[in-house]
């Protein structure tokens, strides 16, 4: 089963599943208005990159300007459709794509004031997360800014022995009673060990053009394990 399928699969409970981790709204809300406090208080023209069922849109809509347009964007058919399903203002819109192989020209290149993207690049091979930096460099336009929240756990030795723990005593044993999707969710423990440490992450962001990167965890037990990253295109040169 291809990674797309799993999260195909795992669309229909995905939300009662997320649901069941304290603070998983409230982080969602934090990313979206640390995107949205460096933004101006007019309407803006955002991306949701990897939307998946619409809880991080959400998170972005409610934080953002009255009358900004949103484009959730995601990889899995599945989560489209569940967060279609869902009731949005006239402004926001899904569409399908891939990060990493983006059409950049289709929404035009420095169109998005902001783009949010969480939980979205340790899902992308190592070798292409450049590439999809690189993209979302190309969709903001000069002086726009990015917001990656992700989990890291790499080089902390303290914060890998709570992923750990939580992963194998509760979310994968859920994964199976929940979902009866153990795959995903094993997957899910491997991604956050396997993904970039938060130093790797931020070298990638300053090596694809971006600038004042900083970084912030998370609050509770996820404090060491989850961060959110913010990161600007430059002006272009007067």
């Known amino acids: 089963m291809s990674l797309r399928e799993a999260f195909d699969r795992g669309s229909a409970r995905y939300d009662l599943m997320v649901a069941l981790n304290p603070g998983y709204h409230r982080e969602l809300r934090r990313a ?4 949205i406090e460096r933004l101006a208080r007019t309407p803006q023209n955002l991306m949701d990159l990897a939307c998946g069922s619409g809880l991080s849109t959400r998170a972005l809509v409610e934080a ?3 009358g900004s347009r949103v484009l959730g964007i995601d990889a899995s058919p599945g989560m489209l459709e569940r967060a279609r399903a869902k009731d949005w203002p006239v402004q926001v819109h899904f569409e399908r794509g891939v990060a990493g192989r983006l059409n950049v020209q289709r929404w035009g290149t420095g169109s998005f004031d902001g783009v949010q993207a969480c939980y979205l690049f340790r899902n992308i091979a190592q070798g292409r997360r450049d590439a999809a930096l690189a993209e979302v460099f190309d969709l903001l ?3 726009g800014w990015l917001c990656v929240q992700e989990y890291s756990v790499s080089g902390n030795s303290a914060a890998r022995r709570v992923w750990d723990l939580v992963s194998h ?15 995903l969710y094993r997957y899910l423990w491997r991604s956050v060990v396997d993904f970039d440490s938060v130093a790797t992450f931020t070298d990638r962001l300053s090596r694809a053009g971006f600038v004042d990167v900083a970084h912030r965890t998370a609050t509770g037990w996820q404090r060491g394990i989850l961060h959110t990253f913010v990161a600007r295109r430059p002006e272009e040169p007067r």
């Open 141 to 143: 336009r000069p002086g």
């Open 169 to 183: 005593a509760v979310i994968i044993p859920l994964g199976v009673v929940i979902d009866r999707n153990p795959g």
């Open 64 to 66: 953002a300007p009255p």
């Open 32 to 35: 979206a208005d640390a995107l």
